[in-house]
T-cell receptor, first 113, second 116 residues
Framework: DPKIIQKPKYLVAVTGSEKILICEQYLGHNAMYWYRQSAKKPLEFMFS???????DNQTASSRFQPQSSKKNHLDLQITALKPDDSATYFC????????????FGPGTRLTVL | GDSVTQTEGPVTVSESESLIINCTYSATSIAYPNLFWYVRYPGEGLQLLLKVITAGQKGSSRGFEATYNKETTSFHLQKASVQESDSAVYYCALGPSNTGYQNFYFGKGTSLTVIP
């Protein structure tokens, strides 16, 4: 069974619209993250949350807003979408004290037309 | 700053040949970084392949190995004999030395295709 679920797998949006990317983890972790990978670029860190609190934000734009309604949920709301937002968005989680690695979801591929 | 540079892909190798994917890192804000190789198979998320948290040590998994070389700031991934099932995208990553909520730094990924 998948331990980190991301929905949807693929998403197509029009410029100016708003979308929410869903992430749920069933690993019992208390830290969650969002990363983004655009074409021919490295995975880029966006946000980190610990116990549902924002710990770090490396995203320059306020159009990206993470939302944590439950400890194991970290959704990503993106408003006023632009073609440059087209990328694959990965959710990840970790648990301090249980290892140094982060665990990743399968990603949501977003295309903005 | 902190960053990771790895072999530009795509890389194509014949089955049973050897493989090396280069990875070098820069860790200016992390005193004792941890190093990782992740792999992404088609349609799946990133999976941890191996990790090394101590300089000078070697990590290995599924026939792959990588040595954490602090002097050359490198963490090259090697395999003596690849299989078709190794076709995937490989990511080198740099992480903090604690287990908190800090972000990782990734390379661009190297797409590997193994020809039978």
């Amino acid at each position: 069974d998948p331990k980190i679920i991301q929905k949807p797998k693929y998403l197509v949006a029009v410029t100016g619209s708003e979308k929410i990317l869903i992430c749920e983890q069933y690993l019992g972790h208390n830290a969650m993250y969002w990363y983004r990978q655009s074409a021919k670029k490295p995975l880029e860190f966006m946000f980190s949350y610990s116990y549902q609190k924002l710990m770090d934000n490396q995203t320059a734009s306020s159009r990206f807003q993470p939302q944590s309604s439950k400890k194991n949920h970290l959704d990503l709301q993106i408003t006023a979408l632009k073609p440059d937002d087209s990328a694959t968005y990965f959710c990840a989680s970790s648990h301090p004290g249980l290892g140094y690695e982060q665990y990743f979801g399968p990603g949501t591929r977003l295309t903005v037309l | 700053g902190d960053s990771v540079t790895q072999t530009e892909g795509p890389v194509t190798v014949s089955e049973s040949e050897s493989l090396i994917i280069n990875c070098t890192y820069s860790a200016t804000s992390i005193a004792y970084p941890n190093l990782f190789w992740y792999v992404r198979y088609p349609g799946e998320g990133l999976q941890l392949l191996l990790k090394v948290i101590t300089a000078g040590q070697k990590g290995s998994s599924r026939g792959f190995e990588a040595t954490y070389n602090k002097e050359t700031t490198s963490f090259h991934l090697q395999k003596a004999s690849v299989q078709e099932s190794d076709s995937a995208v490989y990511y080198c990553a740099l992480g903090p030395s604690n287990t908190g909520y800090q972000n990782f730094y990734f390379g661009k990924g190297t797409s590997l295709t193994v020809i039978p």
